[in-house]
């Protein structure tokens, strides 16, 4: 937890420095390794869904822990496409996972999926400043927003990237950070 | 035919009808029960019986059918956009026990926020716990200020029954001597974390007459041997409470006092029995009973019995007594002073303030403390140091301290491992208090009976005409500035203030529509509850509140409602009723 402070500053500073997210480069990832699902979209298109599921896990990456694709980010996303976002989020989002498609065809010849790593999160890079700009509209910060949702609310999210303690029985008021280590679930 | 006739009536006669089966109409039957009555509750939604409708009790956060347990956007809109003015009471964890407001009209002259679950339990099941004492102060405010009308009672008459409530309901808290906030009988208090401790110390040395205390709550802390053999249990916190308790920690109808009735063998429960109005036999100046609108069939009951409660929350109740007309009660029933539903009060919130409390980085919590902190009032006491030139009575805040979790985090920018690892942990220390203040008795804060809208059966609908005047708007700003007083005295830092406004009825603590009072001409109920001008029925909800205080009121319905069937049943005995 020595390193808490920084991370809170980065937390509450206006945005996260452009070196903080290059350390991702050298974390091993594996975004781009797989481009066939596991699981059927029922609202995108199997080419957006494929997209999805390498940009929740930029977003949300394996770290020490699993990310966003191993839990299932990308799926839960589709489905809330179809019971929960109205119809206006929806088209945003989608627009914007074939804008993923266009820009990359576009500036290297070939799919989002396709690219390595440090070109997607290039480009991510440029998403997540249009979306500082247009918080609540900009495709990126609702499929961020989803992301964030999808991921914290998962088993794994819940469970090992945060705390979860469904009968926590004691309630203790003040206990050393160091001892829970994360931030509750719930 | 005629024989006919008097089976039926035989078949539908009890020795007691309880309408509604909330908080007041659970202890209702539960008092007439114990005392021998066979007894009829009468609920107007479906059942939900303890343990196993609460279907979303032990859901994980990943198991819900939509993003984060919310509801959409085009749901909320059209099924409940009187609900959701809350903020936090429907989700899809809780959506099942609250009312669709598009089969529920009601008309807003005003704003008026009616925020309600039909089922059996009502409230109970949802209210917020916190349970304390209205004091000497609250019961003689009336007739020392001349406001509306004196109560009919003083806290001596009440506080055995406190105790009595108490005793059976459990409540934690901790006893702080204060003639304002009686002490009443606690299970050992909930903890305070270490920024509310330290709130605390703060505060209480640089500013004399204030005080914090945990907030006194209806849940078991050390059960008794009365409370576990009923299968209650512990507190686990959780703090899911809202979705129904599955230990049974938290006082409800469902997990307390309508199991005890059903262990007498006296109690007939009927949801789905929507009572519209009260029989009055006009020779003997009695009610024989009451008409009830079966749900399920769509056909007209009648239900009789020598003594009926009401006790169908505040604003129903009035419903009911408007709705029942008669040669002698041209303006609804016992409407002789025309105060059934004026009067209406509620407590009104939304304003406080917020600061974050640094030096605390390393410290965190464990387990969902299902309450939080609690500042007395320190206004209006009666001594030269308290009183207030602009407004009269007072408010407490309710409030808390905690560090925010993921949800703070929806909007942060970026995108990475960095961002997620700074999401895992938890945020600032923030600490926040929120007033309750006191609402005076205005005759006409008002709700009215409605017939040219009517509801899917058909029924007549209510309208609301209520505001906040001069004296709360003055507290309102006062609430706003102590609050930042408070927080600014122990040192945290951003303390920001707000009045985030309020709607009438978002305090989800309506009362006043048959208030209790000495005189017939100016009020509805005697000191006994009893309707002034028809002694066989006793109003025992909210309804009955000739003054709001600015404490919750739910202990004190409680109270009136088992020192009233304790006088019903001696009375009954007499063959005074």
Redo the contacts between chains.
């Keep these: 937890m020595s390193n808490y402070p920084s991370r809170r500053q980065a937390l509450f500073g206006a945005t996260l420095t452009f070196a903080a997210i290059w350390t991702t480069l050298s974390l091993p990832s594996a975004a781009t390794a797989q481009t066939t699902l596991s699981w059927s979209p029922k609202v995108l298109t199997q080419a957006q869904a494929q997209v999805l599921e390498v940009a929740v896990e930029l977003i949300m990456p394996a770290t020490d822990t699993p990310g966003a694709r191993e839990a299932g980010v990308a799926r839960f996303i589709d489905r809330a496409m179809g019971n929960f976002y109205d119809p206006g989020q929806v088209k945003t989002m989608r627009d914007g996972l074939d804008r993923m498609q266009t820009d990359a065809q576009a500036a290297y010849g070939t799919s989002f999926t396709a690219l390595d790593e440090r070109r997607q999160i290039e480009l991510l890079t440029r998403y997540d400043a249009e979306a500082t700009r247009l918080p609540l509209t900009h495709f990126f910060a609702l499929i961020r927003q989803a992301t964030t949702v999808g991921f914290f609310t998962s088993e794994t999210g819940a469970t090992r990237t945060l705390r979860y303690d469904p009968f926590p029985g004691e309630y203790r008021g003040c206990v050393p950070l160091k001892e829970i280590g994360r931030a509750w679930a719930t | 035919m005629a024989n006919l006739n008097t089976r039926a009536r035989k078949t539908n006669t009890y020795d007691a009808i309880v309408v509604g089966s909330g908080i007041a109409g659970g202890w209702a039957a539960k008092e007439l029960t114990e005392k021998g009555l066979k007894t009829l509750v009468l609920e107007r939604g479906p059942m939900v019986r303890h343990l196993e409708d609460y279907p979303t009790a ?1 859901m ?3 198991e ?5 347990g ?1 509801l ?3 749901e909320m809109k059209a099924h409940y956009p009187v609900q959701a003015r809350t903020g936090y009471t429907m989700t899809e964890y809780t959506q099942h026990f609250f009312v669709k407001d598009d089969e529920h009209p009601y008309t807003e002259t005003q704003r008026f926020d009616w925020i309600r679950g039909y089922h059996v339990g009502g409230r109970s099941l949802l209210w917020a716990r916190q349970t304390y004492r209205h004091s000497p102060m609250d019961f003689e405010a009336n007739a020392r200020e001349g406001v509306g009308v004196d109560w009919p009672i003083r806290y001596r008459d009440l506080a055995p029954w406190y105790d009595y409530v108490e005793r059976f309901i459990g409540v934690s808290g901790q006893a702080e001597g204060l003639a304002h906030l009686p002490d009443g009988q606690f299970q050992p208090p ?5 920024v ?2 330290d709130l605390k110390a703060r505060v209480e040395a640089n500013i004399p007459d204030r005080r914090i205390t945990i907030g006194r709550a209806a849940h078991l802390t050390a059960p008794t041997e009365e409370q576990l053999a009923q299968g209650r249990g512990k507190c ?3 703090n899911l409470c809202i979705r129904g308790c599955p230990f049974g920690a938290y006082f409800s109808s469902n997990s307390s006092t309508l199991p005890a009735v059903e262990r007498t063998g006296n109690l007939t429960l009927r949801p789905g029995s929507i009572v519209t109005s009260l029989i009055l036999d006009e020779k003997k100046g009695k009610a024989t009973g009451v008409r009830v609108l079966d749900e399920a069939s769509g056909q007209e009951i009648e239900f009789y019995a020598d003594v009926v409660f009401l006790c169908a929350s505040t604003l129903n109740t009035a419903w009911i007594m408007l709705n029942s007309t008669s040669t002698r009660f041209p303006n609804g029933f016992g409407n002789d002073s025309d105060q059934v539903g004026r009067n209406v009060m509620d407590h009104h919130l939304g304003v406080g303030a917020q600061a974050e409390a640094p030096g605390y ?9 299902p309450n939080g902190i609690y500042v007395p009032r320190f206004r209006n006491l009666g001594d030269k140091a308290s009183a207030r030139t602009d407004y009269l009575r007072g408010f407490g805040y309710q409030g808390g301290a905690g ?1 925010p ?2 949800e703070r ?20 220390w923030m600490v926040r208090l929120g007033g309750f203040g006191e609402i005076l008795p205005y005759a006409d804060n008002r709700m009215t009976l409605n017939t040219a809208l009517k509801d899917k059966h058909g029924l007549p609908t209510l309208t609301f005409n209520v505001s906040l005047r001069e004296n709360e708007i003055a507290m309102r700003k006062d609430m706003r500035l102590a609050a930042m007083e408070m927080l600014d005295a122990a040192g945290f830092k951003n303390v920001v203030g707000a009045d985030q406004g309020y709607g009438p009825g978002l305090g989800i603590h309506e009362m006043g529509t048959a208030r209790m009072g000495r005189d017939p001409k100016t009020s509805v109920l005697n000191a006994h509850n009893q309707v002034h001008a028809c002694k066989n029925v006793y109003i025992t909800d909210g309804a009955a509140m000739t003054s709001a205080s600015c404490v919750n009121p739910s202990l004190t319905y409680m109270a009136l409602t088992a020192r009233a069937v304790d006088h019903a049943v001696s009375s009954r005995r007499r063959g005074e009723l």
Excluded: H, I
């Design positions: 032990t994980n956060p990943w819900t059918k939509y993003p984060g919310k959409p956007a085009a909930m903890e305070m974390n270490c509310e401790k686990q916190n959780r980085e390393d410290k965190y919590y464990s387990g969902r403390r560090r979790g993921w985090t929806l909007n942060v920018p970026g995108f990475g491992a960095d961002r997620k690892a700074a999401l895992s942990q938890p945020g600032p």
